[in-house]
């Protein structure tokens, strides 16, 4: 079992950057993909990225294909979104996701889930 904690969300301006961490604990997080999601209210939740177990892989959604970056350092059992050149558009809370091994676009494939992070992106 794995547990994720998103963190790094805040306000920033548009064309701004951030940073968001998900840290796991629990045991041979080496083996899950990672996916990270987000979602504003009466929506469902979209996929924005993800990376593979080793980090070898990584996936993006069109919508934020060139802004944003999913990278993993698994000897700190961490994975990280870099979002640069924010629009108000990315404004949700995000979410990361764990599954074995690789990953995907669809939030049910995933087992864990951590409690998400607010970003808000404004003039």
């Known amino acids: ?7 790094g969300g ?7 950057s951030l940073r968001l961490s998900c840290a796991a604990a ?11 999601f987000r979602q504003v209210p009466g929506k469902e939740r979209e996929f924005v990225g993800g990376i593979n177990y080793r980090g070898s892989s990584t996936d993006y ?5 060139g802004r944003f970056t999913i990278s993993r350092d698994n000897a700190k059992n961490t994975v990280y979104l870099q979002m640069n ?10 979410y990361c996701a764990a599954r074995y091994w ?6 049910a494939h995933y087992d864990y889930w951590g409690q998400g992070t607010q970003v808000t992106v404004s003039s």
């Open 1 to 7: 079992q794995v547990q994720l904690v998103e963190s």
């Open 10 to 16: 805040g306000l920033v301006q548009i064309g701004g």
């Open 26 to 36: 629990g045991r041979a997080f080496n083996t899950y993909g990672v996916g990270w």
């Open 61 to 65: 959604a069109d919508s934020v294909k």
């Open 85 to 94: 050149r924010l629009k108000p558009e990315d404004t949700a809370v995000y």
């Open 102 to 107: 690789t990953t995907s676009t669809m939030a």
